[in-house]
């Protein structure tokens, strides 16, 4: 028998000391170890399968409400890599993995917001959520507030709000619209080719305005020019422009208060975060410490969103 064990023996209340110290010192590893996978898990699932986000204006009353907490299904499309790495400003370059479907009209979806009628890109990463109004290659015609694809009459959703009120003739042009130079406004709009990839558009002075944003916007910043009756792409004089990608036209259930596909242009598919699933929690905005649990919409809470 070694000293130490003849020491310990003879000290029983240090042997016990020191089996306990052992002990915890496991437990506390263990512990941590527990976190730390919980926390990786929880990162992962972010980055790739689910994000929550909070309502913040009225521009789809009422099937969603300023004050709602969302899940939104980041995998219901596609699996792609992370745009940025949750709580950090650190940006990922975007691709996708694997496709899971593909939107669908009436989808209510999340994604990045493009940027404003005449900007290539947004200034700030944005997320606007929005219900999917016209797919790729479908022709979209609004026609005193009421929505027509394919010449086929969209009914409006379930909890959708617009006003019949003062509705703006035919004709009159609202600058705010896009594409610029069309006698359009959000009440009567179109018809327009919404496009796809592998459609072919012909190019020319009169419509430029419509598709050189959108092909920058899908190719490079600042690569379509106009001279005169010649516009180029790349250097390269052109006439025709085939896209690469697939877009969307969205618009808010609250038709008169939205800022949507009418006003800064077709969606493009990548832009697309992922597809709205449930409201988890919802109060009323702004939210008192007094009037705390009157705040609390408790008919909204796990309601599935359609």
């Given at each position: 028998?070694?000293?130490?064990?003849?020491?310990?023996?003879?000290?029983?209340?240090?042997?016990?000391?020191?089996?306990?110290?052992?002990?915890r010192?496991?437990?506390?590893?263990?512990?941590?170890?527990?976190?730390?996978?919980?926390?990786a898990?929880?990162?992962?699932?972010?980055?790739?399968?689910?994000?929550?986000?909070?309502?913040?204006?009225?521009?789809?009353?009422?099937?969603?409400?300023?004050?709602?907490?969302?899940?939104?299904?980041?995998s219901?499309?596609?699996?792609?890599?992370?745009?940025?790495?949750?709580?950090t400003?650190?940006?990922?370059?975007?691709?996708?993995?694997?496709?899971t479907?593909?939107?669908?009209l009436?989808?209510?979806i999340?994604?990045?917001?493009?940027?404003n009628?005449?900007?290539?890109?947004?200034?700030?990463?944005?997320?606007?959520i929005?219900?999917?109004?016209?797919?790729?290659?479908?022709?979209?015609?609004?026609?005193?507030?009421?929505?027509?694809?394919?010449?086929?009459?969209i009914?409006?959703?379930?909890?959708?709000f617009?006003?019949?009120?003062?509705?703006?003739?035919?004709?009159?042009?609202?600058?705010?619209?896009?594409?610029q130079?069309?006698?359009?406004?959000?009440?009567n709009?179109?018809?327009?080719?919404?496009?796809?990839?592998?459609?072919?558009?012909?190019?020319?002075?009169?419509?430029?305005?419509?598709?050189?944003?959108?092909?920058?916007?899908?190719?490079?910043?600042?690569?379509?020019?106009?001279?005169?009756?010649?516009?180029?792409?790349?250097?390269?004089?052109?006439?025709?422009?085939k896209?690469?990608?697939?877009?969307?036209?969205?618009?808010?259930?609250?038709?008169?208060?939205?800022?949507?596909?009418?006003?800064?242009g077709?969606?493009?598919?990548?832009?697309?975060i992922?597809?709205?699933?449930?409201?988890?929690?919802s109060?009323?905005?702004p939210?008192?410490?007094q009037?705390?649990?009157?705040?609390?919409?408790?008919?909204?809470?796990?309601k599935?969103?359609?």
């Amino acid at each position: 028998m070694c000293p130490e064990e003849i020491q310990n023996i003879n000290n029983p209340e240090k042997l016990l000391n020191k089996e306990d110290h052992s002990d915890r010192h496991f437990r506390t590893k263990g512990f941590i170890r527990a976190i730390l996978i919980a926390l990786a898990a929880a990162l992962i699932i972010k980055m790739f399968f689910i994000e929550a986000d909070v309502i913040p204006t009225g521009s789809m009353e009422n099937t969603l409400l300023a004050g709602d907490f969302i899940i939104v299904n980041k995998s219901a499309y596609t699996i792609s890599t992370p745009r940025t790495i949750p709580l950090t400003n650190i940006t990922f370059p975007y691709f996708k993995i694997i496709n899971t479907s593909s939107p669908k009209l009436n989808d209510v979806i999340v994604f990045r917001y493009p940027g404003n009628l005449d900007e290539i890109q947004s200034a700030g990463e944005i997320d606007f959520i929005k219900r999917i109004i016209g797919c790729p290659g479908d022709t979209l015609q609004i026609i005193n507030k009421t929505v027509y694809i394919n010449k086929n009459k969209i009914p409006l959703p379930p909890n959708a709000f617009i006003s019949r009120l003062n509705i703006l003739n035919s004709g009159i042009a609202d600058k705010r619209i896009f594409p610029q130079g069309r006698n359009w406004n959000s009440d009567n709009y179109g018809p327009v080719v919404i496009p796809k990839n592998g459609m072919t558009v012909d190019l020319n002075p009169k419509n430029i305005n419509e598709w050189g944003i959108l092909i920058e916007r899908e190719q490079a910043p600042k690569i379509v020019s106009v001279e005169g009756t010649v516009i180029t792409i790349n250097g390269i004089p052109a006439r025709k422009y085939k896209f690469t990608k697939n877009y969307f036209f969205v618009m808010g259930d609250s038709r008169d208060d939205s800022m949507d596909s009418r006003y800064w242009g077709f969606l493009l598919e990548d832009n697309i975060i992922g597809k709205t699933v449930l409201v988890y929690w919802s109060w009323e905005l702004p939210v008192s410490l007094q009037a705390f649990f009157h705040s609390i919409r408790w008919s909204r809470i796990l309601k599935i969103i359609h």
